[in-house]
């Protein structure tokens, strides 16, 4: 297990025991999935790009699995109101970017983000990184089961809107999927969850993972969603 004061320097295991027998398909997910099977945008060949880490946290509640995702805030720079998972750029303390930096990193912004107490986190996974060519970040997704879960909610309005949880039945409910279509020509995959649009990098790895899998369900894939400039 993850402590508390391991996410500062100590050591962070990953471990797939004792997890519960319907996160098996994203164990074998994870274990088999290459890059591009999960993005056309992967991280430059020659190193550029700001070193990050995201929570993929999945819990269960009175609905069954869940995923925490949060809102961040209107106000900040880059992916203002979006929904994500939480996570941001190692710091030094996180250690090595290619070791286990990506681990601390993705406990200590999902602390920092949402309250979110680590000792009660179980990291089971990690998935290739990946590239958001937008704002110059080279992401690595880390998996984990919400063994013991903590109270969560906004920790810094400045950063985060909101804090909550979508069960994954909402996430392959057909009548819930959309395309995204942004003015620059981007398409992509969307969700309609929760009072939230959850679009861009965090609908694209949640469509893989899904698809992966086998949870995904047939949907409309015709249906859009349009998105203006700000988005």
């Not at 319907?22 to 550029?48: N, Y």
């Not at 990291?123 to 903590?150: A, D, K, Q």
Request: net charge negative; charged share 20%.
């Amino acid at each position: 297990m993850t402590r508390a004061s391991d996410t500062q320097g100590g050591l962070v295991t990953v471990s797939k025991e004792g997890l519960p027998g319907w996160l098996d398909p994203v164990v074998h997910a994870v274990e088999t999935v290459r890059p591009g099977q999960l993005s056309r945008f992967l991280p430059p060949e020659d190193g550029a790009g700001r070193q990050s880490a995201v929570l993929i946290l999945f819990g269960e509640g009175e609905r069954g699995p869940e995923l925490l995702l949060m809102e961040r805030a209107s106000s900040l720079r880059s992916h203002a109101g979006q929904p994500s998972f939480p996570g941001g750029a190692l710091d030094p303390e996180d250690g090595d970017p290619r070791g286990d930096g990506p681990l601390r990193a993705a406990l200590r912004e999902a602390e920092e983000e949402t309250g979110l107490d680590p000792s009660g986190v179980q990291l089971f996974g990690v998935l290739p990184r990946l590239y958001i060519p937008v704002s110059g970040f080279v992401v690595t997704p880390v998996l984990g089961w919400w063994r013991e879960p903590s109270p969560v909610g906004v920790v810094d309005p400045n950063e985060t809107a909101r804090v909550f949880t979508v069960p994954v039945a909402d996430l392959t409910d057909p009548a819930n999927r959309a395309t995204t279509v942004h003015p620059s020509g981007y398409r992509g995959p969307a969700f309609l969850v929760e009072s939230a649009l959850v679009w861009g990098f965090t609908a694209g790895i949640i469509d893989r993972l899904l698809h992966y899998a086998g949870w995904e369900q047939p949907w409309d894939r015709e249906k859009q969603v349009p998105l203006d400039w700000r988005a």
